[in-house]
């Protein structure tokens, strides 16, 4: 055997091994080294619903940074309304937030309407509001069920979808398209309600409250949802104004902030009576609690729309091809997700010029680098969740 | 039962011991076959509102073999960078420990494997074997996600070891003995099955078998949303079929051992415990309980949403730990008392 004594014999791998363990062990005596891993979360990856990729960076389960990536999905809408004419671009930006579709086309159209100088008839004015509650409602519907998901509870999200049904099928009997009405036109809506539809309504928006209500038990009445979303992705109210949050996130926060009651619209939220739901927390809890509170509010909304909906005609009197005068507007909306603005230039031609598409989910996501820091790699499921985005929206 | 009562003849060593593997065989799959078909498919379908599955033979009832061929069907895939050996054999490992587990259940007065005196303590002790399998995975996977996911599995695991030990205990003392078929024979004799004077043992049981089962709302390990499947990422296939038939038949045989413990075993009131014809109908009593208990098993599987890895662990440690100590301080009281 080789004598440890003996000059070192760079071929003996016996001797090089003795020396590596001793370094090896000299090591361990001196300190644990430990080193941070790189989690790549996305583009696949089941907590990002889509194509969103979230590069987090870890020291053990806890997240030091995290960089969300956007773009996977980016589909050019800006760009492609470009070559399209006016009422061609609404078929367009349906696809933006796809669970919600009907209330993207609403604010391109009005700020269309506003640079024609034209206005829907208050008929058409209170359907457009009815079906945006409704699309309201079908997008929310499915966050209620996903954020249980999120956390591991699978039923929820099963009830989601059924439930969600009864609203689709009543946007489907008006506009003939479950998920992309189409149905705004430029000076009023495509057509008129089916008969028998106003009752149809307002026996599924029963359904939806009590779908709310067992949504209430099942996961926020549940311990394991609260102690896993209580004080998790806490956001204070001047950090999510100064990032430009909008929509539930913000009101989560505890800014008393709805555009649909604080901006000046056409639409027919002015003649109802409804409360702007917040919440002092700003966590995750609150983030879910907020939207279903406005889930079952939008139920008594769209129970009052139908209610005094005024008779009269559905579009105003435009001309047959649509030339929108030259000139800038911009109208903005709460969508589902969050504020939703479109930025409309207009040289007086068939298309419009340019068309910058402000959408709610991408604000929201800026957050999150901020958010994530620090917390443990199970709550970034939660925080993500809460959020609540649509690839569609932050990749428009 | 051994063979030569059915065959009055003493067969060679071999032959006895292939009949066992073959009946120990059949006695985890047939009701993990159950499990899977009637909770999974079915229960969690009905609870979930949707039909389970309606097409593969008559009510569906041929789901479990389309399975079956689907998984046989796919490739076999080994990640490259994987550690090859430990990744082949992890969902073996896992598998063993449940065979194991079969081994000390007894299903009638003579219907059983191996009769061992601290059956229980084996039983105990077995089952934390698949963690071994679980942490092989996990490292073996070479994939971050299954590493995350194994070494949660190995802390819970680890963890809930303890409370589902210590509420065990309680059993035991009031028995006065390990072996599973005394524990049985202790029910009998004491008038109540001992779910009635040990329920906050069956409560803390119920919770730890949750948890070793890695099943919701413990199953951090493999947690969907976010480690994709956890250990469970990379395999496919074949592999991926035994860690299926491994968790369900887990659930299947700590749902027994519960009825063994808890619901009487094979026995049932005002029959008596040790007549001949409990050897055939004990197994169908136990089964039966066995799905009672599965049915609040996987009824919480699919209620509640999952711990975060620090709540588990402060459930375990804090909550069931103490509480079962306390069980078990109250139980030898009264033991001593009485």
């Known amino acids: ?396 | 039962m051994t063979l030569a009562h059915f065959l009055a003849v003493n067969p060679p060593y071999w032959v006895e011991t292939l009949t066992k593997i073959g009946i120990g065989l059949v006695a985890v799959l047939l009701p993990t076959g159950a499990l899977v078909y009637l909770f999974l498919f079915k229960m969690m379908s009905f609870m979930q509102s949707r039909l389970g599955p309606m097409e593969a033979g008559p009510y569906g009832q041929l789901q479990l073999l389309a399975e079956f061929g689907k998984f046989l069907q796919k490739e076999d895939i080994f990640p490259s960078k994987a550690d090859r050996f430990v990744f082949a054999a992890a969902p073996f490992v896992v598998l063993v420990s449940t065979f194991m587990l079969v081994l000390v259940l007894p299903a009638g007065p003579d219907t059983h494997f191996i009769d061992l005196n601290t059956g229980i303590y084996f039983a105990m002790a077995v089952s934390s074997i698949s963690v071994i399998g679980i942490l092989m995975a996990g490292w073996g996977s070479a994939s971050k996600y299954s590493l995350l996911g194994g070494i949660r599995a190995a802390g819970q695991l680890i963890a809930y070891e303890l409370p589902l030990v210590l509420s065990v205990v309680g059993v035991v003392i009031m028995a006065g003995t390990l072996n599973m078929k005394g524990i049985v024979a202790a029910q009998a004799d004491f008038g109540v099955w001992f779910i009635i004077p040990q329920f906050l043992g069956f409560l803390i049981f119920l919770v730890a078998i949750q948890a070793e089962l890695t099943q919701p709302p413990f199953d951090m390990p493999v947690a969907e949303s976010e480690l994709v499947t956890g250990y469970l990422t990379e395999y496919s296939g074949i592999r991926f079929l035994l860690f299926f038939i491994g968790e369900f038949a887990t659930a299947a045989v700590f749902s027994a051992i519960g009825a063994t413990l808890f619901l009487g075993g094979w026995t049932i009131p005002f029959v008596d415990a040790n007549a001949e014809i409990m050897d055939y109908i004990g197994p169908l009593v136990l089964a039966g309980k066995m799905i009672l208990i599965a049915f609040l098993i996987f009824w919480f599987r699919i209620t509640y949403p999952r711990f975060r890895e620090d709540q588990l662990q402060r459930l375990a440690w804090k909550f069931l730990i103490p509480l079962s100590l306390f069980n078990i301080v109250v139980t030898a009281i009264f033991k001593v008392v009485f």
């Open chain 1, 1 to 396: 055997m080789t004598d440890m004594t003996a000059d070192l014999d760079i071929n003996n791998s016996e001797q090089l091994r003795y020396i590596a363990a001793q370094a090896a062990d000299a090591r361990v005596n001196v300190e644990l080294e430990t080193e941070g891993m790189t989690l790549n979360i996305g583009p696949q990856h089941p907590a990002t619903h889509g194509t969103l990729r979230i590069v987090a960076r870890l020291d053990g389960e806890q997240v030091i940074s995290a960089e969300p990536i956007m773009g996977y999905m980016h589909r050019g809408y800006e760009k492609l309304t470009e070559v399209r004419t006016y009422p061609q671009v609404t078929t367009l930006i349906n696809r933006i937030d796809w669970v919600g579709s009907f209330a993207n086309e609403v604010p391109f159209i009005l700020a269309a309407e506003e640079l024609m100088e034209v206005e829907a008839p208050p008929r058409a004015q209170y359907i457009r509001t009815a079906l945006f509650e409704m699309g309201r409602i079908a997008n929310i519907m499915l966050f209620l069920g996903d954020m249980a998901v999120q956390l591991g509870g699978v039923t929820a999200i099963f009830y989601a979808f059924r439930d969600r049904e009864f609203v689709l099928n009543q946007i489907e009997s008006v506009t003939g398209g479950r998920f992309h009405p189409n149905f705004n036109r430029i000076g009023g809506v495509k057509d008129d309600l089916p008969a028998g539809w106003i009752k149809e309504t307002k026996s599924s928006m029963q359904k939806v409250r009590d779908f709310c209500d067992e949504m209430e038990d099942l996961v926020v009445g549940n311990e394991i949802f609260q102690s896993r979303c209580r004080g998790v992705g806490v956001i204070p109210a001047d950090v999510a104004t100064s990032y430009g949050l909008s929509g539930a996130n913000l009101r989560a926060s505890g800014v008393d902030w709805d555009l649909r009651r604080d901006a000046e619209s056409p639409l027919a939220w002015k003649d109802l009576d409804w409360k702007v739901w917040t919440h002092p927390d700003g966590d995750s809890f609150s983030r879910y609690w907020v939207r279903l509170q406005e889930t079952r509010e939008a139920t008594y909304m769209v129970e009052q729309l139908l209610d005094g909906l005024p008779t009269g005609p559905i579009m105003a009197k435009v001309p047959r091809i649509i030339k929108v005068p030259a000139g800038e507007s911009y109208v903005q909306t709460e969508n589902p997700l969050g504020a939703m603005g479109y930025y409309v230039i207009s040289k007086g031609e068939l298309t419009p010029f340019r068309v910058k598409i402000r959408t709610a989910s991408f604000s929201n996501m800026s957050i999150s680098p901020w958010l994530l820091e620090g917390v443990y790699v199970p709550d970034i499921a939660t925080i993500l969740a809460s959020l609540y985005f649509i690839l569609g929206d932050i990749d428009r």
